[in-house]
DNA sequence: GAAAAACAGATTGTCGACAATCTTACAAGA
DNA sequence: TCTTGTAAGATTGTCGACAATCTGTTTTTC
């Protein structure tokens, strides 16, 4: 018989779907950072009960993109100059991990996704389709992470995605204009496709700042006007056990 | 005014409270991992309704130490030699990470905070209190990721000392022994203190390697024994988007 | 008139009951 | 004997209603 690869059901619960509405949502930044979820128009508009769609919001809190305060609300999280420079300072070392870690693993099927990806971030770019571009570049970048065969690197690095998926299409959403135009990727696939680890690891790097400038820019000028809810978390010596 | 500095209001809901519980019955091991979680059983026993548990879960699962599959259940989930080996490797990078960006930032509260903690390990380590001393040496640990003034890099690392204090949890519990008696972390809160920042990243690695032999040969007996559920989940093209 | 107390409205947290689904056991048919 | 269909029981998913809490306003008191 024939060993035939059958993908997993899709999951049949409301809350299943409701998550992914409400990331969806929050990550395309139809629903504004700071905004409250109001549990009972939400639920009516879904045309589902209160119990999943507080369940799914209780997945989204602890994936990190909305945040909950007992008997005041749920929140989408607030985006900050520092939270972009946490999570890209962060995300440059698990990517340089990510690379050394598939570097091994690379094979055909590996070079025939990459070339996948590329070619779907070119196409969402053609049709200057911001959101979608976000979504494939952001895919494309994860290969690594899916390949290196380390489940708990992947994890962390979706848990990354989701914040700079949402701070790309704010950015975007700000800025209003169709996205470069160029194709920022080329160079990166052709070193992941290559023999010099060190150069592919180096370029993630770099590349990645080069987009990150701007958001960074665009973030702290956020912060200049809209001061609401402000206060720097200097760490601290946390509650002793 | 005199500033001082109020800790957080507790949270009131049972939710907050069954999350409290159901964390710390999995990381000491008194849920197995593989356990199914009856919803009905554990509501009756904790007095409470469902709704609450089930929300409390659905944060369990994100945090990553429980999984749940539609109209199945949910379990704690299973620890595999591959997890294990998969959370250190990433946990050597993110401690790299860590002690970099904290050690600008050490001062002398750092200093005592750091005494402190080394002084909760020793006390736990005289008193033979295994769960304890376990829970004591990650929070030692902990201490560079908190003071690294980086939200994400926090978040990633509780998430991965979760499953690292379950898997030492089981193990002890499995070797049933004392623990080793001797002072483990005196070289690392010496370099930490010291001046020699590529020092203390070079010992972090070392030090958490010496501690993982141990547990990784466990594991790999334990996978021996039990191949309830195995499945190797080698990477591949994942759905296309 | 200002501060404190009491009230009203809205929203979140929790509960008990019902519906949908899965598992198991058992019977029917090839 | 093996497969297929069916029914019973148990468990999860979902619903609508009630309780607890917060917020803002009004009333009372000094």
Redesign the pocket.
């Known amino acids: 018989m024939a060993t035939l690869d059958f993908s997993p059901i899709a999951d049949?619960?409301?809350?299943a779907e409701i998550v992914a509405l409400l990331r969806r949502a929050i990550l395309t930044g139809q629903l504004e950072p700071g905004q409250?979820?109001?549990?009972?128009r939400i639920s009516e508009q879904m045309?589902?009960?209160?119990?999943?769609l507080?369940?799914a919001m209780r997945e989204l809190v602890q994936e990190g993109i909305l945040t909950?305060i007992?008997?005041?609300?749920?929140f989408v999280i607030d985006v900050t100059a520092k939270d972009i420079d946490d999570a890209y300072s962060l995300n440059k070392v698990i990517d340089e991990f990510a690379i050394a870690r598939t570097w091994p693993l690379r094979d055909q099927r590996f070079f025939d996704e990459l070339d996948r990806r590329h070619a779907a971030v070119k196409q969402a770019t053609r049709e200057l389709d911001t959101t979608r571009q976000i979504e494939t570049a952001l895919q494309l970048h994860g290969l690594i992470h899916e390949w290196a065969d380390n489940s708990v690197l992947l994890e962390t690095w979706q848990r990354l995605t989701s914040r700079l998926q949402m701070y790309f299409a704010l950015h975007q959403r700000a800025r209003n204009e169709p996205v470069p135009a160029e194709d920022a990727h080329e160079t990166y696939v052709r070193l992941l496709k290559g023999s010099d680890m060190r150069a592919a690891q180096r370029h993630a790097k770099e590349h990645i700042d080069f987009d990150f400038e701007a958001l960074l820019a665009y973030a702290r000028g956020l912060e200049q006007r809209g001061s609401k809810g402000a206060g720097a978390n200097r760490a601290g010596p946390p509650e002793g056990g």
């Open positions: 049949t619960t409301r809350r409250k979820l109001n549990e009972l045309r589902v009960s209160r119990a999943p507080r369940e909950s007992p008997y005041a609300g749920t």
